[in-house]
């Protein structure tokens, strides 16, 4: 028999070896310039890739993680609410029930902004997607989740007592939901559903702190219907309403 021919190594391996030889005999700073400039895009490509795992991996253990309460703030100033809301959830989380609290400060929405619909379609991801259990905000924002019927009916889902309570304040808002645009900018008025859908937080220690505006625009606070934290959603409006 003859002797059996030993196969090539391909073109790719024969090029990787010769530019292992190169890189083994170059100075620490050439080493990283030769990489740089023959490996550049795999590397970038690699980074990008790894990137790309992590924010999935995060996003996935932030959904997994427990969570008791997650409130999106939208006020009419650029003051910050997290002191009021630092004491609120120490206080909450005396109980010792699992699960974190997660508070919003981040998501403007401003109908005069030219990028309003980017905000909206925001807002909606945050809902569809279950990551809103209250909502405090201004008119803007209480207008679209209106549109988007959101908010939830609050003699429904507040307690008697408690509801009753805000009735004699005059502090429910009483609006009409599921109110929405067609394609020729009208509105079909029989698609409406009235009912109580925001506390008005006018008056109360956290709008007089953090809602001090020349032209007193209004900040309300709506419990968003699909919500599956209700009842410590309650106790953040006792809190806010005292």
Same mark, same amino acid.
């Given at each position: 028999?003859? #002797?059996?021919?030993?196969?090539?190594?391909?073109?790719?391996?024969?090029?990787?070896?010769?530019?292992?030889?190169? !890189?083994?005999?170059?100075?620490? #700073?050439? #080493?990283?310039?030769?990489?740089?400039?023959?490996?550049?895009?795999?590397?970038?490509?690699?980074?990008?890739?790894?990137?790309? *795992?992590?924010?999935?991996?995060?996003?996935?253990?932030?959904?997994?993680?427990?969570?008791?309460?997650?409130?999106?703030?939208?006020?009419?100033?650029?003051?910050?609410?997290?002191?009021?809301?630092? &004491?609120?959830?120490?206080?909450?989380?005396?109980?010792?029930?699992?699960? /974190?609290?997660? *508070?919003?400060?981040?998501?403007?929405?401003?109908?005069? &902004?030219?990028?309003?619909?980017?905000?909206?379609?925001?807002?909606?991801?945050?809902?569809?997607?279950?990551?809103? /259990?209250?909502?405090?905000?201004? =008119?803007?924002?209480?207008?679209?989740?209106?549109?988007?019927?959101?908010? =939830?009916?609050?003699?429904? !889902?507040?307690?008697?007592?408690?509801?009753?309570?805000?009735?004699?304040?005059?502090?429910?808002?009483?609006?009409?939901? $599921?109110?929405?645009?067609?394609?020729?900018?009208? *509105?079909?008025?029989?698609?409406?559903?009235?009912?109580?859908? =925001?506390?008005?937080?006018?008056?109360?220690?956290? =709008?007089?702190?953090? $809602?001090?505006?020349? /032209? &007193?625009?209004?900040?309300?606070?709506?419990?968003?219907? $699909?919500?599956?934290?209700?009842?410590?959603?309650?106790?953040?409006?006792?809190?806010? *309403?005292?």
């Amino acid at each position: 028999m003859g #002797k059996r021919k030993e196969k090539e190594p391909s073109i790719f391996r024969q090029e990787m070896k010769r530019d292992w030889n190169t !890189f083994k005999r170059l100075s620490g #700073k050439k #080493k990283l310039g030769f990489f740089w400039d023959y490996y550049k895009l795999p590397t970038a490509l690699i980074l990008t890739l790894i990137i790309c *795992v992590c924010v999935f991996a995060h996003m996935l253990w932030e959904g997994q993680r427990p969570c008791r309460l997650r409130v999106c703030v939208v006020l009419n100033t650029e003051e910050s609410c997290s002191y009021w809301f630092n &004491n609120f959830i120490s206080d909450l989380q005396q109980d010792g029930a699992e699960g /974190d609290v997660d *508070v919003n400060e981040d998501q403007p929405f401003d109908y005069d &902004n030219s990028y309003y619909y980017l905000y909206e379609m925001e807002v909606m991801t945050q809902v569809s997607a279950q990551r809103i /259990d209250v909502a405090i905000c201004n =008119a803007d924002m209480y207008e679209y989740l209106l549109a988007l019927n959101a908010c =939830a009916t609050l003699d429904t !889902f507040l307690p008697e007592e408690l509801y009753n309570s805000l009735l004699e304040k005059e502090m429910l808002d009483y609006n009409t939901a $599921n109110l929405t645009e067609d394609e020729y900018g009208e *509105v079909d008025l029989s698609d409406g559903i009235d009912g109580c859908y =925001a506390i008005n937080l006018d008056g109360t220690e956290f =709008a007089d702190t953090y $809602n001090q505006t020349e /032209d &007193n625009e209004p900040l309300y606070a709506v419990i968003i219907s $699909n919500t599956e934290h209700l009842d410590d959603s309650i106790t953040l409006i006792e809190a806010l *309403v005292e």
